[in-house]
T-cell receptor, first 119, second 110 residues
Framework: DAGVIQSPRHEVTEMGQEVTLRCKPI?????LFWYRQTMMRGLELLIY????????DSGMPEDRFSAKMPNASFSTLKIQPSEPRDSAVYFC?????????????????FGPGTRLTVL | AQSVAQPEDQVNVAEGNPLTVKCTYS??????LFWYVQYPNRGLQFLLK??????LVKGSYGFEAEFNKSQTSFHLKKPSALVSDSALYFC????????FGTGTRLQVFP
């Protein structure tokens, strides 16, 4: 099993540019999570999907952030336009959840993360 | 509002000694509690969880944690630390949303 795959691993961009982060969850998992990790704010849940449907996006910082999950094997997190304060490590995680289960009920498997630097 | 606190930024312990990483929480309702570990330049890895049942939970790599409802704590423990246990440890709690603590860096010295 390849685990959760994220690309790119590192991204350096200039303020105002669009950034797209990609995630491939573990095959068979039906839930996908996007997190952001910074020194100042720690690890924050941005959004999670269950069966490709966004369930909770209350952690998305603002309208510049958007996430999609067009199918069970792919998700994107887009920032447009990017700002220096968006610099962080972005993690994708996946898990397998039963109907009605809390989002954390089963172990979440994390990808290696994407380190984003916005200049 | 629910919250989770890890009062120590860093814990230092000699190899072979017992270790404890502290976690306290504040929630309404019945929480799920978790410990995850993060090695450098890696994503988080699940260690253990408490959902219900026995207050002492055993997890990966010889770690265990005890759910203490009266003290609202969920401390992570290991009887004998290894140098390879050195990493960043996160406690997390969920009632309606999963929230992570700020992390505790464990340093095990040879």
């Amino acid at each position: 099993d390849a685990g959760v795959i994220q690309s790119p691993r590192h991204e350096v961009t200039e303020m105002g540019q669009e950034v797209t982060l990609r995630c491939k969850p573990i095959s068979g998992h039906n839930s996908l999570f996007w997190y952001r990790q910074t020194m100042m704010r720690g690890l924050e849940l941005l959004i999670y999907f269950n069966n490709n449907v966004p369930i909770d996006d209350s952690g998305m910082p603002e309208d510049r952030f958007s996430a999609k999950m067009p199918n069970a094997s792919f998700s994107t997190l887009k920032i447009q336009p990017s700002e220096p304060r968006d610099s962080a490590v972005y993690f994708c995680a996946s898990s397998s959840l039963g109907a009605g289960a809390r989002s954390s009920y089963n172990e979440q498997f994390f990808g290696p993360g994407t380190r984003l630097t916005v200049l | 509002a629910q919250s989770v606190a890890q009062p120590e930024d860093q814990v230092n312990v000699a190899e072979g000694n017992p270790l404890t990483v502290k976690c306290t929480y504040s929630v309404s309702g019945n929480p799920y509690l978790f410990w995850y570990v993060q090695y450098p330049n890696r994503g988080l890895q699940f260690l253990l969880k408490y959902i219900t049942g026995d207050n002492l939970v055993k997890g990966s790599y010889g770690f265990e944690a005890e759910f203490n409802k009266s003290q609202t704590s969920f401390h992570l423990k290991k009887p004998s630390a290894l140098v390879s246990d050195s990493a960043l440890y996160f406690c997390a709690v969920e009632t309606d949303k999963l929230i992570f603590g700020t992390g505790t860096r464990l340093q095990v010295f040879p």
